[in-house]
């Protein structure tokens, strides 16, 4: 009953090589990419949230510009908050550290340029996740058989040894 005949155990091998498999495929599915992207667009009056197609998880730096010919927006981004009165002016909010959200009472015009990071790969862990279970279910299964199979051995050679052979 030795590591090396268990290891290699037919269902208990399979089972850990996708624990292995799983591991790794975690792995790559944590690599992140930087990444700038820009929106722009017109805002109707109302609540909006900026930024939701985007493939970045975490925002490094923004910048935020508005302009409209008469509204009033409040910009709100983390824990920061910005209350501003357009007329026929442009603004320029710096240092954006979130998916800015903007309420305003008239037509705006916006452009945002956010840079940060991204997961492309990130689908790649369910995969990792059902290789995971699989695998840890194939080990805990084929170790019992293993185990199993070596005890009748154990009980069989018992069995014979008891029984006294032709000498007795």
Known sequence: MGLKKGITY???????????????LAYFSMYSTFTKEK????????????????????????????????AKVTVSWGRKYESLEL????????NITDFPRVITDSQVTYTLEISGYSYPYSWISLIAFVTMIT??????????????????KVKKEKKKDTTGGDDV
Request: aromatic share 6%.
């Open 135 to 152: 695998g840890s279910m194939l080990s805990l299964l084929g170790f019992a058989s293993y185990l199993q199979g070596e005890i009748e």
């Open 87 to 94: 007329k026929n002016n442009s603004v320029t909010l710096t």
């Open 39 to 70: 929106f722009e667009g017109t805002l109707e009056p109302g609540e909006s949230l900026l930024g939701q197609a985007s493939s970045i998880v975490q925002i490094v730096d923004g910048n935020l510009t508005l302009f409209s010919e008469d």
């Open 10 to 24: 037919p269902p208990l091998f399979v089972g850990l090589l996708l624990l292995l498999t799983s591991l790794i």
